[in-house]
């Protein structure tokens, strides 16, 4: 089993896509207030967390048809600005990741490559819009980047006592993995769901209405951070008509406030990895 496979699936599952729109939030259950969807927006972006530095331990668990296995994860990062990530498996190192804005660095520990360059390379990989603030965001639990600088409409409304919000979008994901340009650009369904006491964030949802694969992202455990809360038990989802995969992870220590090292040199063994 190539443990960097296990690695690349749960990044992979992590940079996922977004959510929009503009129509007023129904007030379903008798206690909810009835919110504009601007003003949901508003709040949402509010309860964002934003800590200088951050500095996460992790647990992994992945499962899929094939895979049953673990192994620990080091996030640490500073806001805006850097995401750096370790992934062990049995104390030893198999994967460091290191992504800013405009670029993304990757080691493959076991195999000795490497990739520098921009993010086209996880997104023709894996076929999902990767960014670096939708990935900063999944990471904090965050929504900001789900709302921000879009062109669809957002809809909003209540949903089992929660708030959501959610729009629909013609993918640009994998116009470039297209053999038929024939066949255009699959439809994404996106929804947020949104806890009504503090408007974080509960379920992230992409549902690729072509291909039927979704991707539902479980926030749950949440513990105050930096003046807001941060989520200590994740659960992505991801399903297809022949594939299931689930990854869950949870916080084993968490720290903030202090400048963390973000050390990232290839050795000079390395080979590049083909775009």
């Known amino acids: 089993m190539n443990k960097s496979l ?3 699936l749960f990044v992979s599952l992590l940079v996922g896509q977004s959510c929009k729109s503009s129509r007023e939030a129904t007030a379903g259950a008798a206690d909810l207030p009835n919110r504009k969807t601007a003003e949901l927006v508003e709040l949402l972006k509010s309860s964002d967390q934003k800590c200088d530095w951050t500095s996460i331990k992790y647990d992994v668990e992945i499962k899929t048809n094939k895979i049953d296995d673990s192994f620990k994860l080091y996030v640490r990062s500073r806001l805006d600005s850097a995401i750096w990530v370790s992934a062990t498996y049995y104390a030893v190192e198999v994967a460091r990741f290191l ?13 000795n490559q490497y990739y520098v360059g921009g993010y086209e390379y996880i997104t023709n990989t894996f076929m999902v819009d990767a960014d670096f603030w939708t990935l900063q965001d999944l990471i904090m639990g965050n929504g900001s980047a789900f709302v921000d600088s879009r062109d669809e409409k957002l809809y909003s409304s209540e949903n089992d006592g929660s708030y959501k919000i959610s729009y629909f979008k013609d993918s640009q994901i994998r116009r470039a993995m297209k053999k038929d340009e024939n066949k255009g650009v699959s439809d994404l369904a996106v929804s947020l769901v949104l806890d009504p ?3 974080r964030v509960e379920t992230t949802t992409i549902l690729d209405i072509e291909d039927e694969r979704s ?3 479980n926030y749950s455990n949440h513990k105050p951070l930096c003046e807001t809360t941060h989520p200590h038990t994740t659960i992505f989802s ?3 008509p022949n594939e299931q995969a ?6 084993i220590k968490i720290s903030s406030g202090k400048r963390v090292n973000l050390s990232f040199t290839i050795p000079d ?3 590049p990895l083909a775009p």
């Open 6 to 8: 296990l690695i690349w």
């Open 238 to 240: 991801a399903e297809s």
């Open 269 to 271: 063994k390395y080979e």
């Open 99 to 111: 992504f800013t804005p405009d670029s993304v660095k990757f080691m493959d520990r076991r195999n």
């Open 197 to 199: 006491s503090s408007f």
């Open 215 to 217: 991707l539902t992202v």
């Open 246 to 251: 689930t990854v869950k992870t949870s916080i």
